[in-house]
Structure formats: C-alpha cells, structure tokens
C-alpha cells in the first residue's frame, strides 16, 4: 500500500459537537501536536455556519451528503449539499483524491465511550484497529463495511482512507474535559500510526482484535399516527457495546408496556438515544460483535 | 395560609427539555395520576413553538421573561416575551392570580439529580421540602431566595406559589426513561402533598432537612476578545452539589494552565457544564449547604 502524505483532520462536521470544534482550535495554534515527519497535516472546519447557529446543521446533515450521487447532483443546492461539494472540491474528489487520509471528528450523546469507525477493513485499518486497541484499552473498533467506502455518504469517505473518531458521551452544545481528552488521544495515537505505517515500522501488533460490527437501525416504537409512544428502556440506557440477547426489554412504553429485542441474534446497541437521531426517530444501532484478525 | 384551590402543571417552558412535555401528554390522557380531591389541576404547554423547533426558545429564555417589569412592557414583543404575557394572562396576573400553585417542569444536562427549587422558605416550602426529602432521599433541595419571588422572572413566580422541578443530567432533545420516572415521582409526590396541606393532614416532618442556596454565577474563562480558552475541569464535571473549597480546580484552560476556585467559602456549585447557558458563558452557579429548619 502506498504511503499517505496528505492527512486531513476535520471538525465541525456536526456543528453543535464541541470536541473537534475546539481540538482543531488548540491544535492550529499548536502545530506540532498534530505533525508528523512522513506527511503534511491540514485542519478542517467542516460547517461553521452550523457551528455559529448552534446547530447540528442548517439545512440536512452533513455527514451525509458524500455519496457519489449526491455529490454530483448539482439540483441539490441547500447549504450542507454545498458544502459537501465544496469539501469534495477541496480535500477530494472523491474517487482521485488530493487527501490521502480524513479524521473526522465526532461526538455522540450516547455513552459510546472513544469509538473508532472504519468503513472497510483493508490491511491498514485492521492494523490501526489492533494498534490503537492496545494503547486505548477502553477504544471500540465499529466496522461499518455495509457498503463499498465510495458508497458511504460519510466526509471521510472522500479521501483514499478516512475513519470517524466518535467520542461520548457529551451532550450537544458542551464541552467536556474528558471527552475532550480522550479525543485528542485517539488523534494522536492515530497520526503516530500513519506515520509509523508510512515509515515501515508498524510494531509488533496482536493477532486478534475485539470489533463490532453495525447490522441495523432500530426505531423509537411509534403509534399509526407516527407519534412517538415509547422511549429508550432504562435497563438499555448508555449500555452502549453491551450485550443484548433476544427477550431483553429495549424500549418502555407510556402506556407502561415493555418491547422487547426480536432480533434472532445478540446485538451490541450503540448510539443509544443519541439526540441527533430523534429526526428520524432512530432509537440505536445494532451490531455485532466478531474477533478480527489483523 | 389559604387552602390551594387551583394547580398548574407546566412543562415545555423550554422546548429541547423533553420529560415534561412527554409526561403532560401521559398525564392529559391518564388524568386520574395528577387529580387530588382538594383542588383542580391543570396542564399548560408553555411553549410549543420551541419544541416544534427542537430548540429551546426561538428569540429569547421564556423562563426569564416574568418579571413585572418585563410583562407589563408591551415594546417587548418577541415570540417569548409574547408568549410571557399570554402565560401571565392566562395563569396570573402575577399578584393576583387566579392560578394558586404552579409546578414547572425542567431538565438540565448536568448531573443535578431531582432537584426541587424554590423562591422562597414560607411555612409551606419549609413543609414540602421536608416531605419530598423524605420520600425521595435522592433529592436536593435548591433555595433561591436572592429575589423576592415577585421580583423573580421565573413562570413559576405567576402564581401565589411556584415550584421548578428541575431533573438531569439529561442532553437537550433527548427523552431518559430514568428522568422520566423521577420527575414524575417528585411532581406526584408534590400533588399529595398540597393535597395533605389543604385538608390540614401534613404528616409529621423532619425537624431539619439539608439544603443548598444560590449565591452565584461562574462564567468560563474568557480571553480579552470575550473567546472561551478554557472549559470545566474533570474534577468538578457531573459533581453537582459535591464540596468545592477554595483553590480546587474549577477550570481547564486549552493551553494547559488550571484555574482554580477563588471564593471564600465551600461552595456547592449545580448547573455545571449546562449545556443551554453557554449561550452567556455562563460555566455553573454556586450555592451554600445549610440546614433548613421545618
């Protein structure tokens, strides 16, 4: 594989996710935290009018507007669909990028914990996920391989390479100290890898590696009106990457009645009762826990 | 003192502060949970728009907008001010209203707990206090008698007494099934008791109940250009009512240097880290213990 000299870190994607927002911040003014000998570091602040409002976005989210489609869709024109294209034009274009590598940084309202999201599970992510996994033992590997990486609508999937740092639990609109840190560490530990991968001198890393890997979307319980009838079952509640297996109760509704998990496997929840997903009435995601082999 | 005749609920003063919007919908179809024999309840939307808005206000905090000054100035005329003048109308006129007890309904993103606030220590909050501590022992009791109430800008202050239960940590637009469950225990724990105190038959209290009393606001530190350079240290985050003496930390700067708390007294601060007051900067309030005699 060849080296990566280009690496992109973006915040803002979301504007009201503080962490990255205030990482790149810190780190424009101290350069030396996010450099690295083998290749050119550039900062990106994905969506400041969002930022500026407050707001997750303007007009539609962001973070979902990099599908080849979309992006060549020149009748899509609200502000985030500009953006995209914009972004696409700058770091891209996708497919020939400029960018080798994206970091794009997020935060959740679910008790995620520092999660590293890959969409593809190539030679470099897998060793990545294994590095990392040994220096943040509290790190989640989430594999999103559900699609091909130029499918995916994600920011980083604009560059050759690009994965998600997705920390929580922090609510929108706040900063946390912890979170804070432990986004910066993950960074780094991935900029040290890059370089070492760039460098040939990947360490000695374990063979197996614990991941998850996304399955499906689940849906608050609603009525026939589309009201929203239920919520998140407390025993659920920021148990995110715990296991569930079919019978457990997932959601509680008003009128006092449990629903429970029908799925015919044990399922890993996460972004549980995550804020920004109630537009759609996204309850949490289901994944599956499997050993990956680096 | 008179007899409580007529009770207001309210929820959804702040749009994005889900449990009491969703626990007036529960309650308007089940009114059997907030009807007690010696008064009439009602249940009052403050403000919809904001929730249909998923925000917290659209122009300015409903919450802040009931001073009399504020209510009888008719060049104030943004959504919220509006909306205040309608509530007042509605529930008030504030001095003489005809709505006897309201209870206002809030979350917060920090970890406050179920916190009961009141505006002023009568013979019937000192009552309530000692009853809701005893039979939710988890509940912090929050004095904030640094206004007269009428001078208060609160909705609670429109009627002849008010409450704000006030349940977190909970993000903005997020519904917890925990939450949910406190902040109905508190409210229907509230509901027996002005029911007991109408028909004289307030059980035997506490002699004494610990309680908190604002004294003041923290803001984060700023630079010379009014810019954030620093947030919440992780000492103090989620420590909601825990000790603070002079020179712990309270503050992290992004450049490494900690700011530590510089009062003169051990203070309690709550509101930490919450989310809606970045807007002022505003970083947590600081309160006093004391032992509140029944």
Same mark, same amino acid.
């Given at each position: #594989?060849? &080296?990566?000299?280009?690496?992109a870190i973006v915040g803002g994607t979301h504007g009201?996710e503080? !962490?990255g927002i205030?990482?790149l911040?810190?780190?424009?003014?101290?350069? !030396?935290?996010?450099?690295?000998?083998?290749?050119?570091?550039?900062h990106v602040f994905a969506n400041p009018s969002a930022y500026?409002?407050?707001?997750?976005y303007?007009?539609?989210?962001l973070n &979902?507007q990099f599908?080849?489609?979309?992006?060549? %869709?020149?009748?899509?024109?609200?502000?985030e669909?500009?953006r995209a294209?914009v972004l696409n034009?700058q770091l891209?274009?996708?497919? %020939?990028? &400029?960018?080798?590598?994206i +970091?794009d940084l997020h935060?959740?309202?679910?008790?995620?914990?520092?999660?590293?999201?890959?969409?593809?599970?190539?030679?470099?992510?897998?060793?990545?996920?294994?590095?990392?996994?040994? &220096? #943040?033992? %509290? *790190?989640?590997?989430?594999?999103?391989?559900?699609?091909?990486?130029?499918?995916?609508?994600f920011l980083c999937?604009v560059?050759?390479?690009?994965?998600?740092?997705?920390?929580?639990?922090?609510?929108? !609109?706040?900063?946390?100290?912890?979170?804070? =840190?432990?986004?910066?560490? #993950? $960074?780094?530990? +991935?900029?040290?890898?890059?370089?070492?991968?760039?460098?040939?001198?990947?360490?000695?890393?374990?063979?197996?590696?614990?991941?998850?890997?996304?399955?499906?979307?689940?849906?608050?319980?609603?009525?026939?009106?589309? =009201?929203?009838?239920?919520?998140?079952?407390?025993?659920?509640?920021?148990?995110?990457?715990?296991? @569930?297996?079919?019978? %457990?109760?997932?959601? #509680?509704?008003?009128?006092?009645?449990?629903?429970?998990?029908?799925?015919?496997?044990? *399922?890993?929840?996460?972004? @549980?009762?995550?804020?920004?997903?109630?537009?759609?009435?996204?309850?949490? !995601?289901?994944?599956?826990?499997?050993?990956? $082999?680096?």
């Amino acid at each position: #594989m060849s &080296r990566f000299s280009q690496v992109a870190i973006v915040g803002g994607t979301h504007g009201n996710e503080f !962490s990255g927002i205030y990482a790149l911040k810190q780190w424009q003014t101290n350069t !030396s935290v996010t450099t690295r000998d083998s290749f050119s570091t550039e900062h990106v602040f994905a969506n400041p009018s969002a930022y500026h409002a407050n707001k997750r976005y303007l007009d539609c989210d962001l973070n &979902r507007q990099f599908d080849p489609q979309g992006l060549a %869709d020149l009748t899509l024109t609200n502000y985030e669909q500009s953006r995209a294209k914009v972004l696409n034009q700058q770091l891209g274009p996708k497919g %020939d990028p &400029r960018v080798d590598f994206i +970091i794009d940084l997020h935060n959740t309202t679910s008790n995620m914990g520092p999660t590293l999201i890959l969409l593809a599970l190539d030679t470099f992510n897998k060793q990545l996920a294994a590095y990392i996994s040994e &220096r #943040m033992p %509290d *790190a989640i590997i989430l594999v999103e391989d559900h699609l091909e990486p130029l499918q995916h609508a994600f920011l980083c999937s604009v560059a050759k390479q690009g994965v998600i740092v997705e920390v929580g639990p922090q609510p929108q !609109s706040v900063l946390r100290h912890d979170v804070m =840190e432990s986004m910066q560490e #993950m $960074t780094t530990h +991935i900029l040290d890898f890059v370089h070492l991968f760039n460098i040939d001198k990947v360490p000695e890393l374990p063979a197996q590696v614990t991941a998850y890997r996304y399955k499906e979307t689940l849906h608050l319980p609603q009525n026939a009106q589309g =009201e929203r009838i239920g919520m998140v079952h407390q025993n659920v509640q920021d148990k995110d990457f715990e296991p @569930i297996v079919p019978g %457990d109760p997932l959601f #509680m509704c008003f009128d006092g009645r449990e629903v429970a998990w029908e799925g015919k496997y044990t *399922a890993y929840p996460h972004f @549980i009762n995550e804020a920004a997903y109630y537009d759609n009435n996204i309850a949490m !995601s289901m994944a599956e826990m499997f050993s990956l $082999t680096v």
